[in-house]
């Protein structure tokens, strides 16, 4: 049980704004990208970034909230309306989709106690981005037995030497609602995580119940006007693993938002939460009078989010956040709220959320901090993608979150940078740096930036940009002082950018190909292997199949792809999830799902194999799934290589990949 007393912070005042220093970045004409340099003022070039706002009374949160519905058209009008406020154009909010080396690029691989009669063995984990910060993912293992979920159930299988046998399944109900559960595994504690629940599901606590107007017609679930906007919410179940032949559910807990990533780092899940105004408010229909009736009676509960757990037949509840916990942006960006929250399996009443009203997109994690990102999109951005344009620019708004405690989490600071994040991987901190790359599309070019916290702000202290004119980011990597970049329109350059000063980043390389790259991951000393697609060298930019590349980076000011291999026409998984990817350094071992394109219905889905060195990329084996099913994930234990589909399990030879069994659940 915590014993951390979970108390109320010390009161913030909102910092000054840093006065932003004006950084051009030119593009030359020459069909290269110039890469221009800022000017060398002799001090560190501190651009924006504003912090966030914290209300002085709980009256004053509330009057925040009331005024953003007005101004959104959540009530008396027909339609919610981001950018039409008092005749001013006011930004919305759309969603978007590093520690040294040795911790980014440490292999995911561990050794546990032998259990009875069974001999210890290495095995792999999820591939995540930063060791120490665990993600959540659809299998699980402690190396003797996998957890994973099929339809409505958690399946336990014992994959010890010689065995491949499932030993339990636990009916979980209709705790979730939909596909997407998730797990993360903390000692005999595993977590199912369920995205998207709804009414029907354990989801069902969203906000207090309001009183609608009589004659108000509500958009969505009327029966559940409490609800947030359709309804979504996220349920986690608590299952003891502590005989893995006999999994318990210990407790249930709901949580107002539905889920955009989560952590778990020392044991203790962080999940990211998005919420919006009660349901009964948005795109109320109704008379216009009875839907400001409807927003003038709520109170703060309506708005904030709340919890429910219930644990041997005993429920509480409580309120996820309050309005000492709530921030909000200097410029107005929504009604939504994003909440980080801390629950740990042992004791599974979350912890006191860190709350910001405005909605959150891409998650990055460190063991120590937690940021979330937000896009906001103002008018006529985006319109014509990688062109250039007039008028304001797509902005990407960070928010930094103090994630080291058990139970608390506490906000640090914010910043903003030009254009908008790919996906986490665009995304490092490193000596207490934040690194980030993003496309502009007001300016048709990427840019590397790098934050530094002052105050409560993420001041920009340093930016290099002009990679990819005209093209946008397919796939960044940070390692230690360097990040590589890769964006594409036709051919695949691959931009190596020196961060060892900070306050002066410095494109030292450059490598162009056909195709891209769409993940990059490390696999030794000045090795990077890339995972895309391959595209003709001239024509249209079509898609022409699966290819891998190795990378030697060890020459910052010239990359050089060592060697290259083609799968035909088809896509993996670890293209856009790097979940799917398998990289198992004893063996020099790279393993992704494969789905071959066909036009005569869906194939077998497989995993494919590949020796991978220096020396070049070879195929060692593969192994085909079920009919109708995709394999999705591959783990290794000891001397086997498991491809886990929806249906079941296939175990192969990690040498040949030669199948030895399967398991149909």
């Known amino acids: 049980m915590l014993t951390t007393t979970r108390t109320g912070r010390t009161r913030r005042t909102a910092a000054t ?24 003022t002799g001090r560190p070039r501190f ?12 009256g004053d949160a509330l009057a925040y909230l009331k ?8 009530v008396g009008g027909s339609a919610t309306k981001w950018y039409a406020v008092d005749d001013k154009a006011v930004a919305g909010t759309a969603g978007s989709g590093s520690a040294a080396v040795a911790r980014e690029a440490a292999p995911a691989t561990t050794a546990v106690p032998a259990p009875a009669g069974a001999v210890a063995q290495a095995f792999s984990t999820t591939n995540v981005q930063e060791a120490g910060a665990d993600e959540p993912d659809v299998v699980k293992t402690d190396g003797r037995y996998l957890y994973t979920i099929a339809g409505s159930a958690l399946v336990v299988v014992d994959v010890g030497p010689n065995e491949l046998r499932e030993v339990a399944s636990l009916d979980l109900g209709d705790r979730g609602y939909g596909y997407g559960a998730q797990l993360l595994l903390a000692g005999d504690r595993l977590l ?5 629940s709804g009414p029907s599901g354990g989801g069902r606590v969203m906000h207090a119940p309001i009183t609608v107007p009589a004659g108000t017609a509500v958009r969505g679930n009327g029966t559940a006007p409490g609800l947030d906007v359709g309804g979504l919410a996220t349920a986690v179940t608590v299952v003891s693993v502590a005989d893995p032949s006999a999994p318990a559910i210990v407790g249930d807990l709901s949580l107002g938002g539905s889920l955009v990533s989560a952590r778990l780092v020392d044991g203790v899940a962080k999940l990211i939460l998005r919420s919006g105004p009660p349901q009964a408010l948005y795109g109320a229909t109704g008379p216009a009078e009875d839907a400001r009736k409807t927003l003038e009676q709520t109170t703060l509960d309506d708005w904030l989010p709340r919890y429910s757990y219930t644990a041997a037949g005993r429920t509480t509840s409580g309120r996820l956040t309050d309005c000492r916990e709530m921030t909000h942006p200097a410029d107005f960006a929504g009604v939504d709220m994003v909440s980080v929250v801390a629950v740990d399996p042992a004791d599974p009443r979350p912890g006191p959320a860190a709350s910001v009203v405005g909605a959150g997109d891409v998650v990055y994690a460190t063991p120590e901090h937690l940021y979330v990102t937000s896009t906001t999109w103002t008018p006529g951005s985006g319109a014509v993608p990688f062109t250039p344009m007039a ?4 902005k990407t708004a960070i928010h930094e979150f103090d994630i080291a405690d058990k139970v608390r989490t506490t906000y640090l600071a914010s910043g903003e940078v030009d254009g908008r994040v790919l996906n986490q991987f665009s995304l490092s901190e490193h000596n207490g740096d934040l690194r980030i790359a993003t496309t502009r599309d007001d300016a048709a070019e990427s840019q590397v930036a790098v934050l530094r916290r002052d105050g409560d702000h993420l001041a920009q202290i340093g930016i290099v940009g002009g990679l990819g004119q005209h093209e946008k980011i397919y796939a960044v990597r940070f390692l230690g002082d360097l990040a590589y970049v890769v964006t594409f329109r036709q051919t695949d350059p691959l931009y190596v950018v020196d961060l060892a000063d900070p306050t002066n980043p410095v494109v030292r390389g450059e490598l162009k190909i056909p195709g891209y790259s ?10 990077l292997l890339g995972l895309g697609q391959g ?6 930019a079509m898609r022409l199949g699966t290819q891998l590349s190795v990378f030697d980076v060890s020459d910052p000011a010239a990359p050089a792809r060592l060697s290259q291999v083609s799968l035909g026409p088809s896509q993996s998984a670890a293209e856009y999830d790097h979940h799917a990817f398998l990289w198992w350094p004893k063996e020099n071992l790279a393993v992704i799902p494969l789905a071959p394109w066909s036009q005569f219905g869906a194939p077998t889905s497989q995993v494919v194999g590949f020796t991978v060195t220096r020396d070049g990329i070879a195929e060692r084996g593969r192994l085909a799934g079920f009919p109708g099913d995709t394999l ?7 001397d086997r290589v498991l491809a886990l589909g929806d249906r079941g399990v296939v175990a192969g030879d990690v040498a040949s990949f030669t199948e030895q069994a399967r398991l149909t659940f």
């Open 632 to 638: 999705r994930r591959t783990v290794v234990i000891g």
């Open 192 to 196: 199912v995580v369920w995205p998207s």
């Open 391 to 394: 008028g304001p620019a797509t």
């Open 17 to 40: 704004v840093v006065t932003a220093a004006v950084v051009a970045l030119a593009a030359g004409c020459t069909g290269r990208a110039e890469i221009v340099q800022p000017p060398d």
């Open 535 to 540: 595209v003709p060298e001239a024509g249209p």
């Open 47 to 58: 651009v924006l970034a504003s912090a966030l706002v914290p209300f002085d009374a709980c």
């Open 67 to 74: 005024d953003g519905a007005r101004r959104m058209g959540l």
């Open 518 to 527: 769409a993940y990059l991951h490390p696999i030794g000393a000045g090795l």
